[in-house]
Structures are given as structure tokens and as C-alpha cells.
């Protein structure tokens, strides 16, 4: 079983920003967090991931709190792109036989 | 990079038919997997690969074979093709240094119906 909780569905307006919650209060102290996004019948895309410290890159920021049993992802300025379910995971990253438990995941719309 | 390609792109199985998804991949990544998404459900591992060779099962083996006899190719074969077979496969691999394995690439998937 998926070890994290997401909201079922979200919508965002155009251009705003987006932010995707996930609960993980087992997370283990070696396990970061991940996520993935999958737009309609495309294979998930690797997004971002962290450990304790908030991370950035092109696509997104990752905010992950002290005690770590959650984490926003966000959407700095969302377009009709970004439309896609959005899976949050936990993984032990060292360990390339751990699979990716996905969930169900966030169904985020993003609205013109 | 071409990164992880997957064929056929859809397929029409009668029960009790075999056949074999294809997966390749050009980044040099040693490990591979097979998922499998059902409709409206998160994706389940099928097998995976850390390295030309070496394969082992994950969550739904079931119905299924797999071989890695170079690192760039990773088929799934299924044998006695049922209809809980229905399925999206997705095909992934990541790159690893040492023991630690980093975000996984996935190809565009296979449609499967087995009727």
C-alpha cells in the first residue's frame, strides 16, 4: 500500500500557483519523498524529490516540513500543461530494487 | 536520446494468446522495471532489472516472464494472454551509481486488451 495520503482531485486557475499536498506521517528517516506526474495516457514524469530540505528546479519547488510527515508541491505559475494526476511517493533512494509505490494520486485541473 | 521506447503502442489479445512487449532504452541506465496501470489505479510493479542478467519479481509476477540479456533491452513476455491481463504497461529505467538508484524514466506505454 502507498504509504502517503493526497487529496483526490484539486483545480487551479491558469497562471496562479498550485499546491499539491501529501501527508506521510510514517516516513522512515532514509526515505525521501518523490513525485511524479502523469499526463492523460503518457508514462509519469519525474518531478522533483527531497529528503528534509526544501528543493527547486525548473519545474517546481518541493516543501517538505520539520518534522517531515508532509510536503507541498508547488506549481509556481500553473498552465493548462500541467494538467495531469500527481503522485507523491516515499522511497528509500538508495535502493534501486525499492519499486515506486504509486497511489492515486491528485487529479490537478487547471482552469483557462 | 530516444530515452525509454516501448511496442507495440496498443494490442488486441484473443485468451490464451501470447506475446511479448518490447522496451528499450539509450541512456545506459542499469536498472529496468515493468508496471503495469489498471484503469483509474496507480501503476504496480511487475519486474525489474538491476542489470544484464539479473531480474527479480515485484508486486503481480503473475502471467508473466521477463529477460534482460543486455542492458538496453528489457522484454516482457506474457504467457496464456487472460483478461485480468487488461492492462496499460509501462516500461521505466534509472540510472545508478553504486548502490543508489536516482528517478525513473518512464517509456510511453502499451495498451493491452485480452478479450
Known amino acids: 500500500d502507498a504509504k502517503t495520503t493526497q487529496p483526490t482531485s484539486m483545480d487551479c486557475a491558469e497562471g496562479r500557483a498550485a499546491n499539491l499536498p501529501c501527508n506521510h506521517s510514517?516516513?522512515?528517516?532514509?526515505?525521501?519523498v518523490y513525485w511524479y506526474r502523469q499526463i492523460h495516457s503518457q508514462g509519469p514524469q519525474y518531478i522533483i524529490h527531497g529528503l528534509k530540505n526544501n528543493e527547486t528546479n525548473e519545474m517546481a519547488s518541493l516543501i517538505i516540513t520539520e518534522d517531515r510527515k508532509s510536503s507541498t508541491l508547488i506549481l509556481p505559475h500553473a498552465t493548462l500543461r500541467d494538467t495531469a494526476v500527481y503522485y507523491c511517493?516515499?522511497?528509500?533512494?538508495?535502493?534501486?530494487?525499492?519499486?515506486?509505490?504509486f497511489g492515486k494520486g491528485t487529479r490537478l485541473s487547471v482552469i483557462a | 536520446n530516444a530515452g525509454v521506447t516501448q511496442t507495440p503502442k496498443f494490442r488486441i489479445l484473443k485468451i490464451g494468446q501470447s506475446m511479448t512487449l518490447q522496451c528499450a532504452q539509450d541512456?545506459?541506465?542499469?536498472?529496468m522495471y515493468w508496471y503495469r496501470q489498471d484503469p483509474g489505479m496507480g501503476l504496480k510493479l511487475i519486474y525489474y532489472s538491476v542489470g544484464a542478467g539479473i531480474t527479480d519479481k515485484g508486486e503481480v509476477p503473475n502471467g508473466y516472464n521477463v529477460s534482460r540479456s543486455t542492458t538496453e533491452d528489457f522484454p516482457l513476455r506474457l504467457e496464456l494472454a487472460a483478461p485480468s491481463q487488461t492492462s496499460v504497461y509501462f516500461c521505466?529505467?534509472?540510472?545508478?551509481?553504486?548502490?543508489?538508484?536516482?528517478?525513473?524514466?518512464f517509456g510511453p506505454g502499451t495498451r493491452l486488451t485480452v478479450t
Open positions: 510514517t516516513i522512515s528517516g532514509n526515505e525521501y
Open positions: 521505466a529505467s534509472s540510472y545508478s551509481r553504486g548502490a543508489t538508484a536516482y528517478e525513473q524514466y
Open positions: 511517493i516515499v522511497r528509500q533512494t538508495f535502493s534501486g530494487n525499492t519499486p515506486l509505490v
Open positions: 541512456m545506459n541506465h542499469n536498472y
